[in-house]
């Protein structure tokens, strides 16, 4: 074995270890869905069986049943519920919004009794409560069955949890602890995150050691601050910020591990006590950073919004927190290209492989990358089959399309969506595919393209696939019955669940929310349907419905 061949593998099997530590953190996550009952994991995705809290009993296969009208499906007829648990002091909160953070479940939930601890799942929209007694638990579990109960301005859905007892991170806010490590969770990454742009955010607030970054159940990173009171300065004044103006949020909590171990400094991983593991020149990093600067005109001009160098932060009273003091303001450092995730040099064409050979094409390509950024062209690979290159408006948004599109089931095939090495689609070798369409389309003149205007792209809200389709510009004379038979004659699965928004009286389309079974089921029906034209009688111009995932998790 040659000596680069023996590294690459002590630095496959550090990160293997670095992988695990962070798992640990999802087990307790992953428990929460065995609670629901209602998620299915995908083909390929983790399964972890860590045990949620000390007390608690992770094999049984009971379930409670959620609070609410919707949820009462487990109700036999005599009125006994047949998935019901005994009562517990931990609440299980589901049906949270984005921007939900601990200090906004304390607030809405510490008139039931007294909150002991707060653990938030960020990517699954869930939380779980501990009260100090189950009394207060009972209240809390009581009240939300029989009248709403909002949290952030949206309404929640709490059962009981299984288990008795929150399991702690090592050091709870408990400043004797000596855990300095936080786990960082960014939603909504509509830039490449990387270490460079979360050391500018936190070095701020406490002296940065180390940093991680993971791309597992999306953007993930550890770090790793002087002091457990460095730590905690951090979390009270960056949870629940923007990174970039709306977008880029963060989500934090205590991480398990006391310390990280990282082996070379690069994007996804920094020692800052340790030099010499510099592998790549950080000054053009460093040099980017918008200390009280302004971003540069091509930020604006792409279409992404104004220019926004200064971020405000969270108060120091939403966090209880008020002999901790934090900065006002935090600066932030310019969004960095697509080479952050590969060896490639920045490239706005994305190559996509794993396409269904019968039912994807061009049109249901921009029809599901669009979400993402504009496109210009799209074309398959004749000597590649189920391969297709697609050029993007620009860097960034094939960043987005790999952060959000990388992995998921289309037709039951899953995608890898990657940078590709060409810098322009080229209509070459056009040739017909099996469904008779033309494997080369230019997409750069249609007004189905949502980024093309700052004012245009400020109203894109960019979402992971999820279970719950937005649809939006729909005539008001189509019914939920004119939808479902849509997806019938479009052989695509059907929606369990419908609801139209309220319109004004002026208004001349409709729009709403559709839930399906699965997130598998809603990406078909938006690749199949987004953009269908919707012709009604005596009507002149077609309406053309539009969909994008929603925020909510379900309805």
């Known amino acids: 074995m040659s000596k680069a061949e023996g590294s690459g593998q002590r630095e496959e099997g550090e990160y293997g270890r670095a992988a ?22 995908e083909e390929g995705e983790d399964s972890d069986t860590g045990s949620l809290a000390e007390n608690g009993e992770p094999g049984s296969d009971n379930r409670a049943r959620w609070s609410g009208s919707q949820y009462g499906a487990g109700r036999r007829d005599n009125g006994e519920d047949s998935h019901c648990i005994s009562p517990s002091p931990v609440v299980h909160v589901r049906g949270l919004c984005e921007a939900v953070v601990e200090a906004d479940l304390i607030d809405a939930l510490e008139k039931f009794g007294t909150i002991c601890y707060v653990m938030m799942m960020p990517f699954k929209r869930q939380a779980l409560v501990e009260f100090s007694a189950v009394e207060s638990a009972d209240r809390c579990v009581a009240c939300g069955a029989k009248e709403p109960v909002y949290i952030a301005g949206q309404q929640a859905y709490f059962n009981y949890s299984t288990s008795k007892r929150i399991t702690r991170p090592t050091n709870a806010d408990n400043p004797n602890s000596g855990n300095k490590v ?65 977008c880029c949020t963060l989500k934090i909590e205590y991480a398990r591990p006391t310390r990280l171990n990282v082996i070379k400094n690069d994007n996804e991983s920094w020692d800052y006590t340790k030099p010499y593991l510099v592998r790549r020149d950080r000054g053009k990093g460093r040099q980017r950073q918008a200390i009280l600067g302004e971003h540069p005109s091509s930020y604006s001009d792409n279409g992404y919004g104004q220019p926004c160098p200064l971020l405000p932060l969270p108060g120091n009273s939403r966090y209880k927190l008020s002999s901790v003091d934090v900065p006002d303001m935090v600066s932030y450092p310019l969004p960095q290209s697509s080479s ?48 297709a290159l697609v050029e993007m408006g620009d860097e960034y948004a094939v960043d987005r399309a790999i952060t959000h599109l990388n992995s998921i089931k289309v037709f039951g095939k899953r995608l890898n969506v990657c940078v590709s090495k060409q810098h322009a689609v080229i209509p070459s070798q056009v040739f017909e595919l099996e469904d008779g369409s033309s494997s080369y389309k230019d997409f750069a003149m249609t007004r189905n393209n949502r980024f093309s205007s700052a004012g245009q792209a400020s109203k894109n809200i960019i979402q992971p696939p999820s279970a719950v389709l937005h649809y939006y510009n729909v005539p008001p004379c189509i019914s939920q019955d004119h939808l479902l038979r849509l ?64 925020t909510s998790s379900h309805l």
């Not at 910020?241 to 709306?246: E, R, S």
């Open 20 to 41: 695990k530590r962070l798992k640990t953190e999802d087990r307790e996550r992953d428990e929460v869905e065995r609670e629901e009952g209602e998620e299915e994991l």
């Open 182 to 246: 936080l786990l960082l969770s960014i939603q909504n990454p509509l830039y490449p995150i990387t270490t460079d742009v979360l050391y500018t955010v936190c070095n701020p607030i406490g002296s940065v050691l180390r940093i991680v970054i993971f791309k597992r159940n999306g953007i993930q990173a550890m770090v790793e601050f002087e002091s457990v009171q460095c730590a905690q300065k951090a979390k009270a004044a960056l949870n629940g910020a923007d990174i970039y103006a709306g």
């Open 487 to 550: 997806c019938s004659e479009h052989d695509v699965p059907g929606f369990v669940k419908f609801k139209m928004f309220d319109a004004k009286p002026s208004s001349k389309t409709i729009s709403g929310l559709l839930e399906f079974d699965s997130k598998t089921e809603a990406v078909e029906v938006l690749t199949v349907l987004n953009h269908y034209q919707i012709r009604i009688p005596n009507g002149s111009n077609p309406y053309t419905l539009k969909l994008c995932f929603s």
């Open 340 to 387: 952050s995730y590969t060896g490639h040099a920045p490239s706005s064409v994305a190559m996509v492989s794993g396409l269904h050979p019968f039912k994807m094409n061009c049109t249901r390509i921009f029809n599901l990358f669009c979400l993402y950024g504009n496109i210009e062209k799209v074309k398959f690979m004749k000597s590649v089959p189920g391969t």
